[in-house]
């Protein structure tokens, strides 16, 4: 019993020695970045084996051995961090994230890779750079934000086109398109809608994007082969994490408001102008003919004389169409996500709703969007992984968009005779509309109707196998589905659908893509200094597109406006399109010691747009790097951190045409009929050799980063060439037609791209930090075909020239300005003058006088960042700028003829500027009404030849945003772990003299609707 005692009490005193040599350390691991839990993150006991990791909610608990005052945290992504725990037994650590490793991965062809091994022109933009922008789509939010990438507006319209070139325009007709890339999906970006404008890149919310990478240069873009003739943006949204559920609710609102208001003249002021106008014309009665233009002489005027007339026409009133048709806006944006997971399955899920009016009513946007991205280890060698995109967009849609149209809300709000009431005294709208817009825009917009639905599916399902260790295949099937349904209703009350009691108009669009992907990835290491990777693919794309249209006449009441209430059915009609392509790639990267860099790929596609003989074409690059900074001279430098040297040279293709360009197609005659018989006929000649469009660059880049990497950036240097150019080429009209698509002549994109980011203060608590991008290209045509000049049919188009900007997808490239030189005004006698051939001043310039004057594309391009942080608030300024573009503004050369030619309104900045007597010097000749002879000859008119080309320069405060962040610690008692509010404000300010409504637009100006400044205020909480 003694031995049983004395063993007990041992045991009871090894326990209490054990004891006392461990404690129990408890606490939470929480993030820097957003002061979020991290779970499973290491603990361990410094110089030991003992440790944990943390749980979902980022909690730990370890017994720490006695003597043992060190503990060690981890966790990828994020910095080491140690900490001596002293006697605390509770210890909380944050662990701020390590900015080397999170730059280091970029997206590339078919997968990722490390920054420092990149060799090719790539920028990249995350996706907070863009978070909680106003904008419905994620093309616009590039603005200024990469070096290479010019992006404009086609119009103000909210979800409307987007023009985005990079590296300037490649192609006469092929088409200038990027490809867009989400997830993997490759996406078909041309709207097709036929009564408003609509942008298909706008199914995503831009708020779910993790990040977005630009393939600028052919060598990178060539393993896209046929479709990256004109670079590609890869799109990575947002995924799931391990760890608990974690939900963010994001909100904004505000308001939308017209950039410009235009300064035009009031009703007298017009009459005055217009009898001045036919007084230097000698049009007898001059106070009558201007009474009579704008509908107010009366039948006895003949009895009041000139003092009488003028009586009337000094006190006509005037009314303010535009402030009627334009005006303030709502803008609201909701959305909710939650993701999380474990060790086997993680998800993201995410809906959203955002509304959005333009300046000029009913133009309105509405989207609702949902996004879930699934991902789940199924064992340790296959992962499945599953991306889908759902989302409905509606838009309400004026009488039109664009064009000098009546009922055009952006053309006529300014342009109709100002003396012209919208209403008359019971409220009603007033019909008795003088000069030649007479028709009440107000009502025309106000009873006719448009909408247009979007509904849009793009998705995927991802299969990966680790066939080894070293050895992975990826099999990706994707969609990208569009239905568009549109109708317009032209109301009986208006005079478009008064003679037929009412006309409605339905079409519907159904486009879709499927992709598929298979890829092979192999990597090895051979001591420790080789580094090897190679990829095999095959892909193959289907695009279908169908559609059907229809109209119907004759309505019991205006109430009924879809056309099955119709009584006469006017047409229906439909078609059907589609093209396929096929290709094999390989890439191969090797480097040494990460130092010095190379890169092989090719890839052989097909298309089905282009003839038999030439449907296949290979796309080769080559790519080398060195980085410099890691050589052993340059690797203990405090100076130098970071110094890549780049080259590459690669070809990629371009199929953008038609889908039966190369084909010899049959039609059929008018309405299918020939002699009381269906019937066809050719409508086009075949050419089986049609082949490719092809992109050749040579790029030289360096990468540089100096004091531990607070000034980090880029240089590129670029010649891009453009060969075997898709042209319509005249033929002999004996062939029975008068062209035939052929690859002819050859054009040139060079010029040089700076990127820079500097970290300018941080310390104290506040931070400064810089970004800026500049962008020179010099455009021009090397040759054509048959050693032609410029193309007989567009004479623009010409040998060292530039060509201009397309609008949209399809359009041919506008050429270079062609005109006579405008040489101001004759200060003796305000009559206007050009420069002949010889230099010489003239007053009727002939065709051999015309000289070429730059086009629209913008040379030099770029943007500016600036944020401000002190603690908790932030403060962002972002500028974007253009410079060297000349355009002609439609909508501004209607008003400069202040009268001369039609009865429209004018800007008050012309008429005062206009010559009145002699010795004036201005460029605006004397006003001579809408004579055609008179007392004198007659120049060519106000905006002939160079006289109406506007320089389109701006300087535009893009984004100011001010937020306040809360401190995580303080949240946590609310259950929150983020809370952030901000205002922001777009578009504030331009610095301009561009008498327009905005310099920033792509087309012909005339009608366009501008683009808006907004406000909005919002809060982003997470919990």
């Known amino acids: 019993m003694r031995k049983i005692l004395l063993l007990g009490l041992a045991f009871l005193l090894a326990s209490a020695t054990a004891f006392a040599q461990s404690r129990v350390v408890t606490g939470t691991v929480t993030s820097g970045e957003d002061g979020l839990p991290i779970p499973g993150a290491s603990v361990v006991v410094k110089g030991t084996t003992v440790g944990t990791a943390t749980d979902l909610d980022g909690n730990f608990s370890l017994n720490v051995p006695q003597g043992n005052n060190t503990l060690v945290f981890s966790f990828v992504g994020t910095e080491m961090q140690e900490v001596n725990i002293g006697n605390r037994s509770q210890v909380n650590v944050v662990l701020q994230p390590d900015t080397r490793s999170l730059e280091e991965v970029i997206v590339t062809g078919y997968g990722t890779q490390p920054k420092r091994e990149v060799t090719g022109a790539v920028s990249s933009v995350k996706g907070e750079l863009i978070e909680n922008l106003p904008m419905q789509s994620f093309d616009r939010a590039l603005q200024g934000r990469a070096a290479g990438v010019q992006v404009r507006s086609a119009n103000g319209l909210p979800g409307g086109a987007v023009n985005i070139r990079i590296r300037g325009v490649g192609s006469i007709t092929a088409g200038n398109e990027p490809l867009f890339i989400v997830d993997g999906v490759q996406l078909n970006n041309a709207g097709n809608a036929s009564f408003t404008q609509d942008n298909p890149l706008a199914f995503l919310n831009p708020n779910d994007i993790e990040s977005m990478e630009i393939l600028k240069d052919a060598a990178s873009a060539a393993i896209y082969g046929s479709q990256a003739a004109n670079g590609v943006v890869i799109i990575t949204t947002k995924k799931g994490k391990q760890g608990k559920a974690r939900f963010e609710f994001n909100a904004f609102a505000g308001e939308t408001q017209p950039m410009k208001i235009l300064d035009v003249l009031g009703g007298d002021e017009w009459y005055t102008m217009r009898r001045d106008g036919l007084i230097n014309a000698g049009v007898g009665n001059p106070q009558a003919n201007a009474l009579n233009a704008m509908g107010r002489l009366p039948g006895n005027w003949q009895e009041l004389g000139a003092d009488g007339l003028d009586a009337i026409g000094l006190g006509l009133p005037t009314f303010d169409w535009q402030r009627q048709l334009m005006g303030r806006g709502r803008l609201q944006n909701y959305e909710l996500n939650v993701s999380g997971g474990d060790d086997k399955t993680t998800f993201f899920i995410s809906g959203s709703y955002n509304v959005q009016e333009s300046s000029f009513r009913p133009v309105d946007f509405e989207r609702g969007t949902f996004r879930t991205a699934l991902t789940h280890k199924a064992n340790d060698r296959l992962t499945l992984e599953t991306n889908i995109n759902l989302s409905t967009i509606t838009q309400n ?516 500027r206009q010559w009145t007597s002699p010795g004036d010097m201005t460029d605006i000749p004397r006003n001579v009404g809408n004579s055609n002879g008179g007392n004198e000859v007659r120049s060519q008119g106000r905006n002939f030849g160079t006289a109406g080309l506007l320089n389109a320069d701006f300087i535009r405060l893009a984004q100011l945003q001010f937020g306040y962040s809360f401190n995580p610690s303080t949240l946590r008692s609310l259950g929150l772990t983020r809370a952030r509010v901000y205002a922001q404000g777009m578009n504030l300010w331009t610095y301009s003299n561009y008498p327009g409504y905005d310099p920033e637009f792509v087309g012909a100006g005339t009608g366009q609707l501008p683009i808006v400044k907004s406000y909005q205020i919002g809060v982003q909480l997470g919990f």
Do not use: C
């Open 397 to 912: 849609s004026p009488f039109a968009i664009d064009g000098a149209f009546l009922g055009n809300p952006a053309f006529s709000s300014s342009t109709v005779l100002p003396h012209n009431a919208i209403f008359n005294e019971d409220g009603s709208y007033n019909t008795n509309i003088a000069g030649v817009l007479n028709q009440n825009v107000a009502l025309v917009n106000d009873f006719n109707s448009g909408t247009t639905t979007t509904n849009s599916i793009v998705g995927n399902a991802i299969a990966n196998y680790k066939i080894l260790d070293n050895l992975t295949y990826r099999g990706l099937v994707g969609v990208d589905y569009r239905m568009l349904t549109e109708n317009r209703y032209r109301d009986p009350r208006t005079p478009d659908g008064a003679g037929v009691r009412g006309r409605a108009t339905a079409a519907n669009d159904w486009r879709t893509r499927f992709i598929t992907t298979h890829t092979l990835n192999w990597n090895k290491t051979f001591n420790n200094v080789h580094n090897l990777t190679a990829l095999v693919g095959f892909e193959f794309v289907s695009e279908t597109r169908e559609g059907l249209n229809a109209e119907a006449i004759g309505f019991p009441t205006f109430q009924f406006r879809y056309i099955d209430s119709g009584a006469t059915p006017e047409f229906v009609g439909g078609f059907w399109t589609g093209y396929r392509r096929q290709g094999v790639f390989a890439n191969a990267n090797y480097n040494y010691k990460e130092k010095y860099l190379f890169t092989a790929t090719a890839r052989y596609d097909g298309s089905s747009r282009f003839g038999a003989n030439t449907q296949y074409g290979i796309f080769p690059s080559v790519r080398a790097g060195w980085n410099i900074a890691m050589e052993d001279f340059l690797k203990d430098s405090e100076t130098i951190t970071d110094l890549k040297l780049r080259a590459s040279w690669g070809q990629s293709g371009n199929d953008q045409i038609g889908n039966f360009a190369a084909r010899g197609l049959y039609g059929a005659p008018t309405a299918g009929n020939y002699a009381g018989n269906a019937g066809i006929r050719p409508t086009s000649l075949a050419n089986l050799d049609l082949g490719w469009e092809t992109n050749e660059t040579v790029n030289l880049g360096l990468d540089f980063g100096f004091f531990s990497n607070r000034v980090t950036g880029s240089v590129d240097l670029f010649d891009q060439r453009t060969k075997n150019l898709l042209l319509n080429q005249p033929i002999l009209w004996t062939n029975g037609f008068s062209s035939i698509a052929n690859n002819v002549g050859e054009l040139m994109n060079r010029g040089v791209e700076f990127e820079v980011s500097t970290v300018n203060i941080d310390r104290s608590g506040f931070s400064w930090r810089t970004s800026f991008n500049f962008t020179y290209i010099r455009n021009e045509v090397i040759s054509l075909y048959d050693d032609l000049d410029f193309l007989p049919a567009n004479p623009g188009i010409a040998v060292g020239q530039p060509v201009g900007n397309p609008a949209f997808p399809g359009d041919q490239a506008p050429g270079s300005h062609f005109f006579a030189e405008y040489a101001g005004v004759n200060p003796a006698t305000g009559r206007p003058m050009w420069l002949d051939a010889a230099g010489n001043r003239t007053y009727q310039p002939i065709a051999a006088d015309r000289v070429y004057f730059g086009s629209n594309l913008a040379p030099i391009y770029g943007g500016l960042s600036n944020t401000f942080r002190y603690k908790g608030f932030e403060l962002t300024a972002f500028f974007t700028y253009e410079y060297g573009a000349v355009v002609t503004d439609g909508q501004y050369s209607f008003m400069r003829e202040a009268g001369t030619r039609l009865a429209l309104n004018t800007l008050r900045e012309v008429v005062d």
